[in-house]
């Protein structure tokens, strides 16, 4: 059985911590991540939040793997081969370190795309923000005890928003910014 969703008020450390993970990233994977970037709900200065520290590694291709794979796996990290999404490769921290979850996706695909934008819109977007947190609390509340029903419980906000950050982006001409790493 997972642990209980628990979702905390922002903690400014998470920028922090961060910071120290994407720099150990960048030096063990050098060019190999064409970004590092802090994604989810702890990027978003404010936003409560479940309190893992969630980053996305763009690289060339998912292909193959043993290229970020090696660093990562040297660094700790915890590949995770049964992810059930093809679109990323997907490690967890190392035992005994602060709850990391690390996507490395392929540079410029929707599923690479779509967080940058998503936290980008709510870093815009104070008042989405607020009312993201409201409905990750009241899911929590609901499936305090079900990781999967809570994610799919937030799905409707997260297609609404998405679709008003996409023509947010186009009215602003958005780009994803430089790498956080």
């Not at 642990?3 to 120290?20: M, N, T």
């Not at 936003?47 to 996305?56: G, M, N, R, S």
Request: aromatic letters at 10%; a neutral charge.
């Amino acid at each position: 059985m997972s642990s209980p969703v628990e979702i905390v008020d922002y903690q400014p450390v998470w920028g922090a911590a961060f910071d120290d993970l994407g720099a150990t990233l960048r030096q063990a994977l050098g060019d190999v991540a064409l970004r590092i970037d802090h994604i989810g709900s702890t990027a978003v200065p404010g936003l409560a939040a479940k309190p893992v520290i969630d980053i996305q590694i763009s690289v060339r291709s998912l292909e193959p793997v043993d290229e970020f794979r090696g660093p990562l796996e040297g660094l700790g990290y915890v590949y995770r081969a049964d992810n059930p999404e093809r679109t990323k490769r997907y490690f967890r921290e190392p035992p005994g370190h602060r709850r990391t979850h690390v996507h490395v996706r392929q540079h410029g695909s929707f599923s690479q795309q779509f967080p940058l934008l998503f936290r980008d819109y709510l870093r815009s977007h104070p008042n989405v923000a607020a009312e993201y947190a409201t409905v990750k609390r009241r899911c929590a509340r609901q499936f305090h005890h079900d990781r999967q029903a809570y994610v799919e419980a937030k799905d409707p906000f997260i297609w609404t928003t998405i679709r008003h950050a996409d023509a947010w982006a186009q009215q602003v001409g958005w780009t994803p910014g430089p790498s956080d790493a």
